[in-house]
Antibody
Framework: EVRLVESGGGLVQPGGSLRLSCAAS????????MSWVRQAPGKGLEWVAD????????KYVVSVKGRFTVSRDNTKNSLYLQMNSLRAEDTAVYYCARPLLSGEIFDSWGQGALVTVSS | DIVMTQSPDSLAVSLGERATINCKSSQSLLHSSNNKNQLVWYQQKPGQPPKLLISWASTRESGVPDRFSGSGSGTDFTLTISSLQAEDAAVYYC?????????FGQGTKLEIK
């Protein structure tokens, strides 16, 4: 059974930093792209970032480019999202998601980690 | 960026009746290599992550009840629930996966009348 468990969420002041982690199990982590998708409170879904199997390629939504960095450690079956220069509009539940090999079809999701950016 | 627009924003349907949700993309989602549309539908219930229902616009995922069906091509797509059950109350999202950014529709809230 595929399992994705996020951690590291919390309250941070504007301009601050936070690092999210996602522990993966139940599948061969190193063979899949991985993604972060966020959802602001009461709002819709927004794809944030992707990373390829060996970490050599990444993609970001424009609103986080230059502030967020996605990375992974295949020896630990873990995905990360380093978030810097956080803004109030980054407040959201951040989901770790696994895309299928055929494209960004997210077939498995974690339960999410809440990030609140507020003073 | 491709803009995904769903309609309606919300709807209320009686148990056993048909529910129809529409999704329109600002560009064609037809993939030239396989002649399939790069569109998915998700269901999200309160406090839960989204659940994948349908990919390639019309391919139902394993374990998804056959009352759920997807149709459409190019820029216009539809999710149909043929006979609404109580457990289908949720928010439904479409999403394209043609190229990044992989954008979602704003969501359609389906309630039981």
């Amino acid at each position: 059974e595929v399992r994705l468990v996020e951690s590291g969420g919390g309250l941070v002041q504007p301009g601050g930093s936070l690092r999210l982690s996602c522990a993966a199990s139940g599948f061969t982590f190193s063979t899949f792209w991985m993604s972060w998708v966020r959802q602001a409170p009461g709002k819709g879904l927004e794809w944030v970032a992707d990373i390829n199997q060996d970490g050599s390629a990444t993609k970001y939504v424009v609103s986080v480019k230059g502030r967020f960095t996605v990375s992974r450690d295949n020896t630990k079956n873990s995905l990360y999202l380093q978030m810097n220069s956080l803004r109030a509009e980054d407040t959201a539940v951040y989901y770790c998601a696994r895309p299928l090999l055929s494209g960004e079809i997210f077939d498995s999701w974690g339960q999410g980690a809440l990030v609140t950016v507020s003073s | 960026d491709i803009v995904m627009t769903q309609s309606p924003d919300s709807l209320a349907v009686s148990l056993g009746e048909r529910a129809t949700i529409n999704c329109k993309s600002s560009q064609s989602l037809l993939h030239s290599s396989n002649n399939k549309n790069q569109l998915v539908w998700y269901q999200q219930k309160p406090g839960q992550p989204p659940k994948l229902l349908i990919s390639w616009a019309s391919t139902r995922e394993s374990g998804v009840p056959d009352r759920f069906s997807g149709s459409g091509s190019g820029t216009d797509f539809t999710l149909t629930i043929s006979s609404l059950q109580a457990e289908d109350a949720a928010v439904y999202y479409c999403q394209h996966y043609s190229f990044d950014p992989y954008t979602f529709g704003q969501g359609t809230k389906l309630e039981i009348k």
